[in-house]
């Protein structure tokens, strides 16, 4: 006799945390397939220091061959049974959001994304705001996916949320998609699209254009 079984048991999530002195807008920084929380901090320190900034870490660990060794990376989601770690990604950010909240009550939630944790960071504001307590004032989208099973109504949640892409030109992971990305968020959000020269990384010349729109768009909160 064959059967299939399941038992649940804890994951750690695991997050730094800096806190601006005073209440200034919190960076979400979520970072790429095989990186991790530190990657994710210096991504995020190159766009405001002066800003609170939670770094965040992916759950999965694996091993990465760099610089001929091998070290811990770390992972969102697969392509087997990923609902659950969907679900999981936006229990993880409501937890940063409350406890940031806890400690300085930040007055903006910008979600950065890199690669693998883009498609998932649409989804989170998508899911807010489907349950209309969006907390994410602006979503900062790297070198990622739209979600690929995404149908126009989810796509329509995100309403007027500001978005800024940023669009490696020569991306090998990406670029056949851009277009159709492109089209589907222009639809349906409040879109800034800026190409680089680049493979799949973070422009180092994105980062200086990246502050000015954050700029822009704190000035004109209420």
């Known amino acids: 006799m064959h059967s299939s079984h399941i038992f649940q048991q804890p994951i750690s999530y695991r997050y730094d945390l800096y806190l601006a002195e005073t209440s200034k807008p919190l960076i979400i920084s979520t970072h790429g397939y095989g990186q991790n929380k530190l990657m994710a901090m210096e991504f995020a320190n190159n766009i405001r220091q002066d800003w609170s900034i939670a770094a965040l870490q992916a759950p999965h660990p694996h091993h990465i061959h760099r610089d001929g060794g091998f070290e811990a990376g770390f992972s969102w989601v697969s392509s087997y049974e990923p609902q659950e770690d ?125 502050k000015v729109w954050l700029d822009e768009i704190i000035a004109l909160m209420p």
């Open 86 to 210: 969907v679900e999981n990604h936006h229990h993880f950010i409501d937890q940063v959001i409350a406890h940031a909240g806890r400690e300085r009550s930040p007055s903006a939630n910008i979600l950065f994304g890199f690669s693998q944790s883009v498609s998932l960071n649409f989804r989170y504001a998508a899911h807010k705001l489907t349950q209309e307590t969006n907390s994410i004032t602006a979503i900062i989208a790297v070198a990622g996916a739209v979600p690929s099973n995404w149908m126009l109504t989810e796509a329509a949640r995100l309403k007027n949320l500001p978005v800024l892409y940023i669009c490696p030109q020569e991306d090998e992971a990406y670029q056949h998609k851009m277009t159709e990305f492109k089209t589907l968020l222009s639809h349906h959000a409040q879109l800034t699209w800026l190409e680089f020269p680049g493979r799949h990384r973070i422009p180092s010349a994105a980062y200086q254009p990246i």
